[in-house]
């Protein structure tokens, strides 16, 4: 079973929308980061939430972590091209001695 | 700062031959490193935690005869995959851990593409 479920798997939408996906642990998070990459090549690390109810935005995407630390959410506002790629939620859960796990991802495409 | 230099970033092999790859943590010491293997269209699926100075901790399913970890200083962790097969072909990230750094404390290489042929 999946430790850590991302939603949707793949998302094309409008340039100028804006857009969700969403993460959910089936555990209580000891912090949770969200990473963009485009295959084949490192990952970007976006954000990382530690405090339940945090939120963090840098330019037009925002992270959120819900106050029992178990779900987050990335929404961009007003998607560009530039915003195209994979985005992973990754998390450490509490008692899983740092290792940090993946959610399946999601693959966004932004039609011009 | 948090710099991780991840070698070859592209390999290609022959079945029945080993692979080595490197992970280094350029300007920091990471006593704790991560493997992580990634198929076209997948997530990041963690293979093993390397520690300095010990044995790595295996996943499930993960064959640790067949993929060697060693991590043998504080700024080297190694992944040799060894007689590989063609479905041994993948895309193979690090990450050392540093806590305290702007990253969260997780820092990746930048990955190696491994075709084997």
């Known amino acids: 079973s999946q430790e850590l479920e991302q939603s949707p798997q793949s998302l094309i939408v409008q340039e100028g929308k804006n857009l969700t996906i969403n993460c959910t642990s089936s555990k209580t998070l000891y912090g949770l980061y969200w990473y963009k990459q485009k295959y084949g090549e490192g990952l970007i690390f976006l954000m990382m939430?530690?405090?339940?109810?945090e939120e963090k935005s840098h330019e037009k995407i925002t992270a959120k972590l819900d106050e029992k630390k178990q779900q987050s959410s990335l929404h961009i506002t007003a998607s560009q091209p530039s915003h195209a790629g994979i985005y992973l939620c990754g998390a450490v859960m509490v008692g899983n001695t740092g290792k940090l796990i993946f959610g399946q991802g999601t693959t966004l495409q932004v039609k011009p | 700062g948090a710099v991780v230099s991840q070698h070859p970033s592209r390999v290609i092999c022959k079945s029945g031959t080993s692979v080595k790859i490197e992970c280094r943590s350029l300007?920091?010491?990471?006593?704790?490193m991560f493997w992580y293997r990634q198929f076209p269209k997948q997530s990041l699926m963690l293979m093993a935690t390397?520690?300095?100075?010990?044995?790595?901790?295996?996943e499930q399913g993960v064959e640790k005869d067949k993929f060697l970890i060693n991590h043998a200083s504080l700024t080297l962790s190694t992944l040799t995959v060894t007689s590989a097969h063609p479905e041994d072909s993948s895309f193979y990230i690090c990450s050392a851990r540093q806590p305290g750094f702007r990253s969260g404390g997780y820092t990746f290489g930048s990955g190696t593409r491994l075709t084997v042929v």
């Open positions: 300007d920091f010491q990471a006593t704790t």
């Open positions: 939430l530690q405090k339940g109810g």
């Open positions: 390397s520690n300095e100075g010990s044995k790595a901790t295996y």
